[in-house]
């Protein structure tokens, strides 16, 4: 057994890259557990390929972006709080989570409106946002 010790600095830089490499292996589809693709009509979302198709045309989002949409498309129709898709989404602390939260979901829709009129995330007023599967 080897013990390691560090100093606070190190510890901390420590933890950053290993923070890092969480959030690389997070983005990998492990062989063993390959996450279904979700299709919708008109929208496909592909977990291991990290895209996004709407009719075939590729969606180009970021990764906080692509994370968002697929965390509320896994249960459609379930409300979730800004505090959960945070929580969910980011896995760090982010100052104002509120505002990061809002910005993503608005980015979200406006490249998805540049390929569809239909709505895919439904504001829940006080309380959050939702996934819905339009009316075709």
């Not at 409300?79 to 980015?107: D, L, P, S």
Request: net charge positive.
């Amino acid at each position: 057994m080897i013990v390691l010790t560090f100093s606070d600095e190190d510890k901390k830089l420590c933890d950053r890259i290993l923070a890092m490499i969480s959030d690389e292996s997070r983005m990998a589809c492990p062989q063993k557990e390959v996450p279904s693709s979700l299709i919708f009509p008109r929208l496909k979302i592909h977990p291991c390929q990290h895209r996004v198709f709407i009719e075939e045309k590729e969606v180009l989002l970021t990764n906080l972006e692509f994370e968002a949409l697929h965390f509320l498309a896994r249960r459609p129709g379930y409300v979730f709080t800004k505090a959960q898709i945070h929580e969910a989404v980011w896995k760090r602390e982010t100052e104002n989570y509120e505002n990061a939260v809002q910005c993503v979901i608005a980015g979200i829709r406006k490249k998805l409106k540049a390929h569809t009129e239909k709505e895919y995330i439904q504001t829940v007023r006080n309380v959050g946002y939702r996934f819905i599967v339009p009316k075709t």
